[in-house]
């Protein structure tokens, strides 16, 4: 069996390093609680405040449940440091209005999020669930345990405490190595090569 990725369409994106980090801000896609487990992410949070870790903040996109698992984790008064921000046609502007990208997922087939948000320059905090392991090599990629909250807390906190230049350097890197590995490009040579073997 031969796995070809879908080609990522990077003309659509807007590839930044300068980064704000006063707030830290995490982002992560809100969707099928069951796929997407940001209840996950609200827990490692919570974790991090706890350890009197205040420069921070949680962005979800408003997915199917998102508001349902934000009330069952944290009640209707959403704390300081959790919004939920709606999804935008246009994703480069949230990417550009953060500090790092988080999947938190238990399912997953190819992620564009985390491909598209390597791309744009974005550190990535991800679950170390098979599908997504095609990214785990890359030098800002920052990996947990699924599901220990704990590591995922500390490798939030890892990304926090990053030293800036070299977390731009690493970012770098992977945009580049990504955006070349995962274009329409790379893609259609890949299943042109895939038919003319047949």
Same mark, same amino acid.
């Given at each position: 069996?031969?796995?070809?990725?879908?080609?990522?369409?990077?003309?659509?994106?807007?590839?930044?390093?300068?980064?704000?980090?006063?707030?830290?801000?995490?982002?992560?896609?809100?969707?099928?609680?069951?796929?997407?487990?940001?209840?996950?992410?609200?827990?490692?949070?919570?974790?991090?405040?706890?350890?009197?870790?205040?420069?921070?903040?949680?962005?979800?996109?408003? %997915?199917?449940?998102?508001? /349902?698992?934000?009330? &069952?984790?944290?009640?209707? *008064?959403?704390?300081?440091?959790?919004?939920? #921000?709606?999804?935008?046609?246009?994703?480069?502007?949230?990417?550009?209005?953060?500090?790092?990208?988080?999947?938190?997922?238990?399912?997953?087939?190819?992620?564009?999020?985390?491909?598209?948000?390597?791309?744009? %320059?974005?550190?990535?905090? /991800?679950?170390?669930? &098979?599908?997504?392991?095609? *990214?785990?090599?890359?030098?800002?990629?920052? #990996?947990?345990?699924?599901?220990?909250?704990?590591?995922?807390?500390?490798?939030?906190?890892?990304?926090?405490?990053?030293?800036?230049?070299?977390?731009?350097?690493?970012?770098?890197?992977?945009?580049?190595?990504?955006?070349?590995?995962?274009?329409?490009?790379?893609?259609?040579?890949?299943?042109?090569?895939?038919?003319?073997?047949?």
């Amino acid at each position: 069996m031969t796995f070809i990725p879908n080609g990522t369409d990077t003309e659509r994106l807007h590839i930044t390093f300068e980064r704000s980090r006063k707030p830290f801000i995490f982002l992560a896609f809100g969707g099928r609680n069951i796929s997407k487990r940001i209840d996950l992410l609200i827990r490692a949070a919570q974790l991090l405040h706890k350890q009197q870790e205040q420069n921070f903040e949680v962005w979800l996109t408003n %997915g199917t449940d998102t508001q /349902q698992v934000v009330n &069952e984790k944290v009640g209707n *008064n959403l704390p300081s440091w959790l919004k939920i #921000v709606e999804q935008q046609a246009d994703v480069s502007k949230l990417y550009d209005s953060v500090s790092c990208f988080v999947s938190t997922s238990e399912h997953e087939t190819f992620s564009y999020a985390i491909c598209e948000a390597s791309i744009s %320059g974005l550190p990535v905090v /991800q679950s170390d669930i &098979e599908p997504t392991m095609w *990214n785990a090599g890359n030098p800002s990629t920052f #990996v947990f345990h699924f599901p220990d909250i704990k590591d995922l807390a500390e490798q939030m906190k890892k990304v926090m405490e990053y030293d800036p230049a070299q977390l731009e350097e690493r970012c770098r890197k992977t945009s580049k190595t990504n955006a070349h590995k995962y274009s329409l490009e790379t893609w259609a040579t890949k299943v042109i090569d895939f038919y003319r073997s047949l």
